[in-house]
């Protein structure tokens, strides 16, 4: 074997058309690194059985571990216990008791269980079964050869997720050859580039245990911190010093760890100060209102909010008057800062982020491009605004989501700096 480690092979047709964003592959690869399993290749394969066959063989003769998604259900082109039966030359046998829980499940609501559901109770000749808490189709632990071992998970996240933590998971840490545990901490970083923040920290990302790693995408920059020793407690040990110097150099920078969000920070901050917040928004279209109630208990500070899309609703609901629209326009610092003091005012709230920009790709002149977006914060100490350039080539999502990253983070320094 040339490479050894773990393979990642995900099947479906979708997936080759780009109809499915491939999250398991991603999500996958994050749990091997926590593992501290060596991996070394991604293949997608569509629902062909002969090139499924061609993709299992091939693997088997580079890795030692084989992770699959996709291709468990009971339709035609659900393929891919059949195939990698095939690719070894072994039958298929039926696992009564497989039927019987499958039949248990569909059931459950009185329903009839179509005749086709009972493929899903058939694998290979001494694969164990990896069973499935959360669907019907259960996965499989085949070693068709020596030092080669398949692991079969469906392609529907919630299932795989459990699969993987309840079964997949311990197999690893006892099968997989890890070399010591692995830990790792995910700093999460925004108003900084990628490339200033590896400025500061360049020395840090040399480093070989614990390792550095950075990572961006819209707004938002992460660190992974991974380190690897004897024990969990000893490796996350080796994270502490590393941690408090990536902190003390890239300040208030930092807002979170791992699953944290700007909103969850925010929402944190709030409850800490039993202080409350409200929004007014035009371009971004809930999209800050929607951040934060995404944020479980949100509901203990964040009072609500107004979608003034149009002028009318920003006179009718926020009470901006019609001169200051008519002399400055929708898009405007007088006007952001109206709107946020009536929301603040009006839901009688400590806090209130407004927004008024032009997210394209239409409706920007010489004076107020597309990616112009004004923003405002009203608070206990008075009334801020600023403005951003985001530009047009970002496109309206980028912008949009731009802009909620902007306003939730002035509020999140904001809150820091208060006494």
Same mark, same amino acid.
Request: hydrophobic residues 40%.
């Given at each position: 074997?040339?490479?050894?480690?773990?393979?990642?092979?995900?099947?479906?047709?979708?997936?080759?058309?780009?109809?499915?964003?491939?999250?398991?592959?991603?999500?996958?690869?994050?749990?091997?690194?926590?593992?501290?399993?060596?991996?070394?290749?991604?293949?997608?394969?569509?629902?062909?059985?002969?090139?499924?066959?061609?993709?299992?063989?091939?693997?088997?003769?580079?890795?030692?571990?084989?992770?699959?998604?996709?291709?468990?259900?009971?339709?035609?082109?659900? /393929?891919?216990?059949? &195939?990698? #039966?095939?690719?070894? $030359? @072994?039958?298929?046998?039926?696992?009564?008791? =497989?039927?019987? !829980?499958?039949?248990?499940?569909?059931?459950?609501?009185?329903?009839?269980?179509?005749?086709?559901?009972?493929?899903?109770?058939?694998?290979?000749?001494?694969?164990?079964?990896?069973?499935?808490?959360?669907?019907?189709?259960?996965?499989?632990?085949?070693?068709?050869?020596?030092?080669?071992?398949?692991?079969?998970?469906?392609?529907?996240?919630?299932?795989?997720?459990?699969?993987?933590?309840?079964?997949?998971?311990?197999?690893?840490?006892?099968?997989?050859?890890?070399?010591?545990?692995?830990?790792?901490?995910?700093?999460?970083?925004?108003?900084?580039?990628?490339?200033?923040?590896?400025?500061?920290?360049?020395?840090?990302?040399?480093?070989?245990?614990?390792?550095?790693?950075?990572?961006?995408?819209?707004?938002?920059?992460? /660190?992974?911190?991974? &380190?690897? #020793?004897?024990?969990? $407690? @000893?490796?996350?040990?080796?994270?502490?010093? =590393?941690?408090? !110097?990536?902190?003390?150099?890239?300040?208030?920078?930092?807002?979170?760890?791992?699953?944290?969000?700007?909103?969850?920070?925010?929402?944190?901050?709030?409850?800490?100060?039993?202080?409350?917040?409200?929004?007014?928004?035009?371009?971004?279209?809930?999209?800050?209102?929607?951040?934060?109630?995404?944020?479980?208990?949100?509901?203990?500070?964040?009072?609500?909010?107004?979608?003034?899309?149009?002028?009318?609703?920003?006179?009718?609901?926020?009470?901006?008057?019609?001169?200051?629209?008519?002399?400055?326009?929708?898009?405007?610092?007088?006007?952001?800062?109206?709107?946020?003091?009536?929301?603040?005012?009006?839901?009688?709230?400590?806090?209130?982020?407004?927004?008024?920009?032009?997210?394209?790709?239409?409706?920007?002149?010489?004076?107020?491009?597309?990616?112009?977006?004004?923003?405002?914060?009203?608070?206990?100490?008075?009334?801020?605004?600023?403005?951003?350039?985001?530009?047009?080539?970002?496109?309206?999502?980028?912008?949009?989501?731009?802009?909620?990253?902007?306003?939730?983070?002035?509020?999140?320094?904001?809150?820091?700096?208060?006494?």
């Amino acid at each position: 074997m040339a490479e050894s480690g773990v393979e990642i092979l995900c099947v479906g047709t979708e997936l080759l058309l780009g109809d499915i964003l491939n999250g398991n592959a991603r999500w996958i690869a994050e749990q091997l690194a926590g593992l501290g399993l060596p991996h070394y290749r991604q293949t997608v394969v569509g629902d062909n059985k002969e090139r499924l066959i061609s993709a299992v063989r091939e693997a088997s003769q580079r890795c030692r571990v084989l992770v699959t998604t996709g291709g468990l259900g009971p339709t035609p082109d659900d /393929l891919t216990t059949e &195939a990698l #039966a095939a690719a070894f $030359d @072994t039958p298929l046998e039926e696992r009564p008791e =497989l039927w019987r !829980e499958i039949q248990r499940k569909l059931s459950a609501g009185g329903r009839p269980v179509a005749p086709s559901n009972r493929s899903q109770a058939y694998l290979p000749c001494g694969a164990e079964v990896l069973p499935n808490p959360k669907g019907s189709a259960p996965g499989m632990i085949w070693s068709p050869r020596p030092d080669f071992t398949i692991l079969t998970f469906p392609g529907v996240p919630a299932e795989m997720r459990a699969m993987w933590a309840e079964t997949a998971a311990p197999w690893l840490q006892a099968n997989g050859g890890a070399s010591g545990v692995f830990v790792s901490r995910q700093l999460r970083f925004t108003g900084i580039g990628e490339s200033d923040l590896a400025e500061r920290v360049a020395d840090l990302l040399a480093s070989t245990n614990p390792t550095v790693a950075p990572y961006a995408s819209l707004g938002d920059v992460k /660190l992974r911190l991974t &380190a690897c #020793a004897p024990s969990a $407690d @000893t490796a996350a040990q080796l994270l502490v010093p =590393l941690e408090a !110097e990536l902190r003390r150099r890239t300040g208030n920078h930092c807002y979170g760890v791992d699953a944290d969000s700007l909103a969850s920070v925010v929402i944190d901050l709030l409850k800490q100060r039993h202080q409350t917040l409200a929004v007014a928004e035009s371009c971004t279209g809930g999209g800050l209102a929607a951040a934060l109630t995404a944020v479980p208990g949100s509901s203990s500070v964040f009072q609500g909010g107004v979608v003034a899309y149009s002028n009318a609703v920003k006179q009718a609901l926020l009470g901006v008057s019609p001169d200051l629209l008519a002399a400055h326009g929708a898009v405007s610092q007088p006007v952001v800062e109206a709107m946020a003091r009536a929301a603040q005012e009006n839901l009688n709230c400590d806090w209130a982020i407004a927004v008024s920009g032009i997210a394209g790709p239409g409706g920007g002149s010489a004076e107020k491009p597309v990616g112009l977006v004004h923003l405002a914060l009203a608070g206990p100490y008075g009334c801020e605004a600023w403005v951003q350039h985001f530009g047009e080539r970002r496109g309206r999502e980028a912008i949009q989501r731009m802009s909620v990253i902007r306003g939730l983070d002035r509020l999140r320094l904001r809150l820091l700096a208060q006494v």
